[in-house]
């Protein structure tokens, strides 16, 4: 828990918001199975503290954050959203959205506005209020700006200021610094930690659903650890670090280490060696990942210091990239046997050696046997076209087996990794115009 | 008219148009049909009234330099009536559409045959519906004339504003539900503001193209009935009949003088002023400007004007905060039965229409009647194609040249605009003194008049698609010396097509409304005439021919639509997924 304490209206810990048994299924409405993206999840929110959500896309944590704004109804099991005991000002809760969402109509004041106008506040106590919210957010002087003419930081501190006028008692945030810069997002976290270190803000608790692990570990007192496909509370870490937290401290990169690792756990079973993709055989789920990512990552393991192996925390780090970004082209990378995910490290295979050293005409050929050999979509159309006398097919024809197996939007981001990743190999043709696969090669 | 949109606005909005199904589907026919069969029943109501013979007691037009004014005036009136009309309509029928899922089942395709109905054709039945509704009043024929204007407005506007509630901004939405606002304060705050870029771009085009309609809308004949409102249209009539040329030149005159108004105080002012509705984040580098809308934006007197607009806005209702919305979604097996029922039920009202259309039809035409029409149809037709395919060899090497040119396209671009609002059945007379004084031939030479005042829509889309070519893909094609037909091929032609393809559509729509007064026109007692479906309704109209403007009119939908479909639609496709620049 936090270490420094807080002079906050009520000790009381009761509980703020209580997910029970949540289910949410997508698209079951045409009596198809549909998409499974939360499955029993329970989570508690107490007063004065701030919970993270932290999962890799398509872990549903989005899903559990706007079940809780009431703006989803899930599908089975119980949100229950309280307010504080007693006669706290702070009621209900509110959002603060990744793309900002500002009506780009409306000055800054009137978008800040908006949640006191729709709850019949009268005016003059509306104007009040906004000036107030605005001058807390640090917004003064922008008060008639319109949102095209702000920086995206001063956007979402105009997002801020707007959830915050209602006095929330409660504070949900979908991935709010992820739409800006690095530097940007930083001064964004500090002000707003500093602010509910001070408890300048009406709100008793915060929810704040991101991707990015450092954050998380920055911001949190707790943090729920999602799996993907469908979404599960893998893990639940408590942050006993005080703040303001520190990012070179060794006990801050333990922790992060460890998310890591736990992130790429997957599940225990046979069909570990496919990395976490849903599915096996044809009906394997694949991730839209380019070639030249996988052969800059290649690169990356092989070269200085790593030498072909490389501490996934620490290569995030060095590539600059997030959890949810380098975890499927390592993904894909184990897939195709080019690499081994062990724990927190990544290893590169030998084939992946011969990769590196290879020359572009090798690099295709060595990756058309590796694509053949251990991805059977690729090897089903390979030999669906030799077959064929016309050495052509649909793709339709795949793309309906494919459903058979995943829901449509998964069916398409696995034809578009097969069709750039065989068109990389040159094992087949892929013609967008009439949407046809074929043996034949413009060379 | 058809569903524009503007190329300064998000040309999405296009796109959307263009995925939706190409070929027509069963709500197609279904639509057309309930059009068909309500037409059908107007005429037969109205035949059974017995109208009197020259019941209406209007105001004979006087030929008076000193007039014309009031008569501008009437005739802009009726214009703003009309606008005000359809705006009404948009707001209620698309906003219905868009929230129910049943009434959007009929709606969409209503609107979309709506928009390629030729309405002049229709003249007859809308005529004969309103003067029946107020006979012996001005009143009916007032109504009647606003309504054919409404009607060559409307279906494009609620199109467009149908699209914007189907495709607003999701976070925006969530925000609306997450701060509980009422249907209401959602109406104000988001929908009508996201809507309003592309409604206004919409509603200014129907207006330029309205001013044809309120022309023709002004004199006319059917049958016994004669109408003869205030007005330029019927001044521009009345001195046809006359042989006075100089009271043509006096009528063309005032008509350039109220669009050079209309463009400068109403177009140019409220495109201006909804630029600041676009739903980008970054300011646009390319705004509209407008003079007026500054010269208004200055004054104090304006603002104190608009205050009390402003309280009034802000004292619109707002209702409390509602209880976190816990109903769960009905069962989908359930809305699947409903929605069955529900396409049952109009699949009845369909055969009904059928049925009555058959019925009517048969009764008072032969099979030879139908070929005749059909056979004619396809000689407008040939007349359309031919027209177009001048027109585009013209204008489009004149709009790229233009379009690549700065300086000259913020010249000639207001220009096009204007002479594309100038409706064209004005300059009709000059063209046919041409043709008598030197003996021509009608059926040739009275085509281009079809045209006449739809190819400025050619020219500016291609401009405009000219101007949008993007620097870096001019400078690609210059550093590589692209030769002149490589660089047409390669670039400019994709580069412009969706422009091009969005002018053309427009024009060709327009064409065939055109060819109901082009294929028949008169100077004095000397009447002119081409053979094709344009004169065919024309005279039926003129002779109070009911069947046969039905049939007419019915066979000309058959073919603006089949056109549309089989031409139209998949280009925009075509453009939408293969030419897209941005």
Redesign the interface.
Request: proline share 14%; charged share 25%; net charge positive.
């Given at each position: 828990m936090m270490t420094i304490t807080l002079d906050r209206p009520s000790q009381s810990t009761a509980p703020l918001v209580e997910v029970k048994n949540l289910k949410h299924v997508y698209g079951n409405g045409g009596g198809g199975a549909g998409l499974l993206v939360l499955d029993d999840v329970n989570l508690t929110l107490r007063p004065n503290e701030i919970v993270g959500l932290l999962g890799r896309s398509g872990s549903g944590k989005s899903t559990l954050l706007r079940s809780i704004a009431g703006l989803i109804t899930p599908t089975s099991g119980s949100v229950t959203v309280s307010d504080m005991p007693g006669d706290d000002t702070a009621r209900g809760v509110s959002m603060v959205f990744q793309s900002f969402a500002l009506f780009p109509w409306l000055t800054v004041q009137k978008n800040v506005e908006l949640g006191l106008e729709a709850q019949g506040v009268p005016a003059d106590i509306r104007r009040k209020r906004t000036l107030a919210a605005i001058d807390l957010i640090g917004l003064d002087g922008f008060e008639n700006a319109y949102p095209k003419e702000l920086s995206g930081g001063m956007r979402q501190r105009v997002g801020l200021a707007r959830a915050l006028v209602v006095q929330p008692s409660i504070l949900l945030m979908d991935e709010p610094f992820s739409a800006l810069d690095v530097l940007t997002a930083e001064t964004l976290r500090t002000d707003l930690l500093d602010l509910w270190s001070e408890g300048r803000m009406p709100i008793r608790s915060i929810l704040i659903v991101t991707h990015n692990i450092e954050e998380a570990v920055l911001m949190c007192d707790r943090i729920l650890v999602f799996s993907s496909n469908p979404g599960r509370v893998i893990a639940e870490i408590k942050v006993d670090l005080p703040q303001p937290r520190n990012r070179l401290e060794p006990a801050f990169r333990a922790l992060v280490d460890d998310i890591y690792a736990r992130m790429t756990a997957r599940p225990t079973g046979p069909v570990a060696r496919d990395g976490n993709f849903p599915g096996t055989g044809l009906g394997m789920a694949l991730t839209h990942v380019s070639t030249n990512t996988l052969a800059g990552m290649i690169e990356a393991i092989t070269a200085a210091p790593n030498s072909g192996a490389a501490d996934l925390a620490t290569l995030a780090r060095e590539l600059q990239m997030e959890a949810d970004e380098l975890l499927p082209i390592a993904e894909t990378l184990q897939l195709m046997r080019f690499a081994e995910i062990e724990g927190r490290t990544i290893r590169l295979t030998p084939a992946a050696k011969r990769y590196d050293a290879a020359d572009v005409d090798q690099r295709k050929q060595l990756f058309a046997q590796h694509l053949l050999a251990y991805v059977p979509l690729a090897a089903h159309i390979r030999r669906v076209l030799d077959d064929r006398a016309s050495h052509q097919a649909p793709a339709t024809r795949f793309r309906d087996e494919l459903e058979d197996f995943m829901s449509e939007p998964y069916a398409e981001e696995t034809m578009d990794a097969i069709v750039s990743w065989g068109r990389y190999a040159e094992i087949f043709a892929y013609h967008e115009d009439d949407d046809r696969f074929s043996l034949d090669d413009p060379a | 008219m058809v569903f524009l949109s503007s190329d300064r606005l998000n040309t999405g909005l296009l796109a959307r148009f263009a995925r939706r199904e190409l070929a027509p589907n069963r709500y197609d026919l279904i639509a057309l049909v309930l059009i068909g069969a309500v037409a059908v029943l107007v005429v037969h109501g109205a035949q059974q009234m017995n109208l009197p013979v020259s019941a209406l007691h209007t105001q004979p037009v006087v030929l008076d330099p000193a007039r014309l004014p009031e008569y501008a005036l009437r005739s802009t009136l009726r214009m703003f009536a009309a606008i005000f009309a359809s705006l009404t309509f948009t707001f209620v029928v698309a906003t219905i559409a868009a929230k129910s899922h049943k009434a959007e089942l009929v709606i969409v395709p209503m609107l979309d045959i709506a928009q390629s109905i030729p309405i002049m054709a229709f003249l007859a039945f809308t005529l004969t519906f309103f003067i029946g509704l107020f006979p012996k009043s001005e009143f009916g024929a007032e109504l009647a004339a606003i309504f054919l204007i409404f009607t060559s407005q409307a279906w494009n506007m609620a199109f467009s504003f149908y699209q914007s509630l189907r495709t607003l901004?999701g976070?925006?939405v969530?925000?609306s539900?997450?701060?509980?606002?009422?249907p209401w304060?959602r109406f104000w705050?988001?929908e009508l503001?996201f809507a309003?870029p592309a409604l206004v771009w919409n509603t200014m085009m129907s207006m330029s193209g309205g001013w044809f309609f309120v022309v023709a809308s002004e004199y006319f004949t059917v049958g016994a009935t004669k109408v003869s409102l205030p007005g330029i249209g019927s001044w521009l009539a009345i001195a046809i009949e006359r042989r006075d040329f100089v009271s043509v030149s006096w009528a063309v005159g005032a008509v350039a003088v109220v669009i050079v108004l209309y463009d400068q105080l109403v177009f140019r002012p409220i495109v201006a002023w909804a630029d600041?509705?676009?739903?980008?984040?970054?300011?646009s580098e390319n705004q509209p400007e407008s003079w007026f809308f500054d010269l208004l934006r200055r004054t104090r007197v304006f603002k104190r004007l608009g205050r009390p607009f402003r309280g009034l806005l802000?004292a619109l209702p707002?209702?409390?905060?509602r209880a976190?919305?816990?109903?769960?979604?009905p069962d989908?097996a359930l809305?699947r039965w409903m929605d069955r029922a529900w396409i049952a039920l109009v699949a009845v009202a369909g055969i009904w229409a059928v049925w009555t259309i058959f019925r009517y039809l048969s009764a008072n035409l032969r099979l030879s009647d139908l070929l005749l029409a059909f056979g004619l149809g396809f000689l407008t037709l040939a007349r359309v194609v031919v027209l177009i395919i001048i027109a585009t060899l013209i204008w489009v090497p004149i709009g790229v040249w233009i379009g690549m040119r700065p300086v000259w396209s913020q010249r000639i671009q207001p220009v096009a605009q204007f002479l594309a609002a100038f409706p064209a059945n004005v300059i009709f007379p000059f063209a046919v003194m041409g043709i008598v004084a030197w003996r021509l031939d009608p059926n040739i030479w009275l085509s281009p008049l079809i045209i006449l005042g739809t190819q400025w829509y050619i020219l500016f889309n291609v401009v405009a698609g000219a101007s949008a070519l993007p620097n870096d893909l001019k400078e690609a094609a210059g550093i590589f010396h692209l030769r002149s037909w490589q660089r047409w091929r390669d670039f400019i032609l994709p580069g412009i097509f969706p422009y091009y393809v969005t002018g053309a559509l427009t024009a060709s729509g327009g064409s065939w409304n055109a060819s109901v007064v082009a294929e028949v026109v008169s100077w004095g007692h000397t009447k002119l005439q081409a053979a094709g479906l344009g004169a065919f309704i024309a005279k039926a109209t003129d002779a109070g021919d009911f069947p046969r403007v039905a049939l007419g009119a019915t066979v000309m939908s058959i073919f603006v639509i089949a056109m549309n479909r089989s031409v139209w639609r998949p280009m925009y496709a075509y453009a939408e997924k293969n030419l897209r620049l941005n």
């Open positions: - | 901004p976070d925006l969530e925000v539900q997450q701060f509980h606002l009422s304060q705050k988001l503001p309003t600041k509705f676009r739903f980008e984040q970054t300011a802000a707002r209702s409390r905060p976190r919305p816990a109903s769960r979604a989908p809305l």
